[in-house]
């Protein structure tokens, strides 16, 4: 199915829910327990669904990972979770919370990733964002952080904005990557229905050091918990591809537009104090950056202390096709 049957995708009230949507705290969004949303994806008993179907356990064993899937599909909306990640040593372990279609669109999927990415014990977790249109693989958008608090010590929230304009990540309320559609991106930036998904998987192969690091069983299991789930959007139905339903009830008011100005400034620190890698500054993936990178000389210069990571060849590790998760295609070489 190719880029010109976006035309199909027409959820008629995304404007009125979308309009409303005022900036403030997600906090007040109705909490919906996973009965209402979700659906077990693969993991059989290492997902456990806990306190009343309002909060999940997914884990990581030699046997499997685990992983939960939204019931719809969603034309654009605001996608949240409390997660607490494992503790102590989870060097190769990948959580993932993530919107996507791949599986319905194999060759020219979307995707917006929240990755989060284990590390040897006395080193700490690390967060990558990623952006894919229209199967847009071999230009992946991949930024890295590290945060200003351990996340296997307590919940902390994450939160996914996605527009027709815009993509805006969130950690605990605050911004840490905006994403703005231009022009010069075309189909590049996600525009069809997409499911979210929530998975625990190992990713020995990439996700420590290149893979110099891997996942140690003896630590086993690892948990991974899923609590406060939103899902604020509009529902597409997945086989005529039109709008189902859409949230418009007075909790949008709760849900931001975009980046305050108070915001914007807590955006801009955490870029510079936890950013450690920019797909817009990687020499060796780009001879020049993606048309809509805006090159800061000074954040540039400060990236450049960190390795560089190596990047794949646009393959992407779908490893939840093979009841694993999934994975990045980027190869995180630093810890």
Not at 12 to 37: M, Q, R, T, W, Y
Not at 118 to 142: A, C, D, P
Not at 275 to 287: A, L, P, V, W
Request: net charge neutral.
């Amino acid at each position: 199915m190719g880029f010109s049957h976006l035309g199909l995708f027409v959820c008629a009230c995304h404007v009125l829910v979308l309009g409303a949507f005022a900036s403030a705290s997600s906090k007040n969004l109705p909490i919906i327990s996973f009965d209402e949303g979700y659906n077990k994806l693969f993991g059989d008993d290492n997902l456990m669904i806990v306190r009343d179907g309002k909060s999940v356990h997914l884990s990581l064993d030699e046997r499997t990972g685990s992983g939960f899937v939204s019931q719809d599909l969603y034309h654009h909306g605001f996608f949240s979770a409390s997660i607490k990640l494992p503790a102590d040593y989870a060097a190769g372990v990948v959580v993932a919370f993530y919107m996507s279609n791949g599986d319905m669109f194999p060759k020219n999927h979307d995707e917006i990733d929240f990755e989060f990415l284990g590390n040897i014990r006395g080193k700490e977790w690390r967060i990558q964002t990623n952006v894919y249109g229209n199967g847009s693989t071999s230009t992946g958008r991949e930024e890295r952080y590290n945060l200003w608090f351990d996340p296997s010590d307590d919940f902390h929230q994450y939160s996914i904005l996605w527009t027709d304009s815009q993509i805006i990540f969130y950690v605990d309320d605050v911004p840490i990557r905006e994403v703005k559609r231009t022009e010069s991106m075309g189909g590049d930036f996600p525009s069809k229905p997409m499911s979210l998904y929530a998975t625990i998987w190992d990713g020995s192969d990439w996700a420590t050091n290149g893979g110099k690091y891997r996942v140690n069983y003896k630590y086993a299991p690892y948990l991974a918990q899923f609590s406060d789930l939103v899902l604020h959007g509009c529902a597409v139905d997945p086989i005529e591809h039109l709008s189902k339903k859409c949230d418009n009830t007075q909790s949008s008011e709760s849900v931001p537009t975009g980046v305050t100005r108070l915001q914007r400034i807590k955006m801009d620190s955490f870029r510079k104090k936890h950013m450690t890698y920019s797909y817009c500054y990687d020499r060796i993936r780009y001879k020049s950056p993606p048309s809509e990178c805006v090159i800061n000389p000074q954040e540039a210069e400060r990236l450049r202390v960190f390795d560089p990571v190596t990047f794949g060849k646009g393959r992407r590790h779908h490893g939840k096709h093979h009841h694993r998760g999934r994975g990045s295609q980027a190869e995180a070489t630093s810890i």
